[in-house]
């Protein structure tokens, strides 16, 4: 069974970085596009960043662009994100995900079959 486990979340001052990290087993992780979403209270799941299977296709919301960067580690069945210059609009509930029969899997939640339980990001102005 596919598991997907984040962690690095946290509470931190605007300006401030945090790293999220998502672990996976239960499959072979180079099969699978992976991505970042995130949930703010009361709002709807929203596209973060992306991945393709290699790591050569990387994609991120204009609203994280040139702040957030994803990255992959298919020895340590790891994706990352690092998350710069954080603002307090980044406070939400931030989930790894994995799409199985794509090379990238894009921006689309649909996409992806497997999710974590999500990592709490608290950012105070």
């Known amino acids: 069974q596919v598991q997907l486990v984040e962690s690095g979340g946290g509470l931190v001052q605007a300006g401030g970085s945090l790293r999220l990290s998502c672990v996976t087993s239960?499959?072979?992780?180079?099969?699978?596009?992976m991505a970042w979403f995130r949930q703010a209270p009361g709002k709807g799941r929203e596209f973060v960043a992306a991945?393709?299977?290699?790591?050569?296709?990387?994609s991120h919301a204009d609203s994280v662009k040139g702040r957030f960067a994803i990255s992959r580690d298919n020895t340590k069945n790891t994706v990352n994100l690092q998350m710069n210059s954080l603002k307090p609009e980044d406070t939400a509930v931030y989930y790894c995900?994995?799409?199985?029969?794509?090379?990238?899997?894009?921006?689309?939640?649909?996409?992806?079959?497997?999710w974590g339980q999500g990592t709490q990001v608290t950012v105070s102005s």
């Open positions: 239960g499959h072979t992780f180079g099969d699978y596009a």
């Open positions: 995900a994995a799409a199985r029969d794509k090379n990238y899997g894009g921006t689309v939640s649909g996409n992806y079959y497997y």
């Open positions: 991945i393709s299977r290699s790591g050569t296709i990387r």
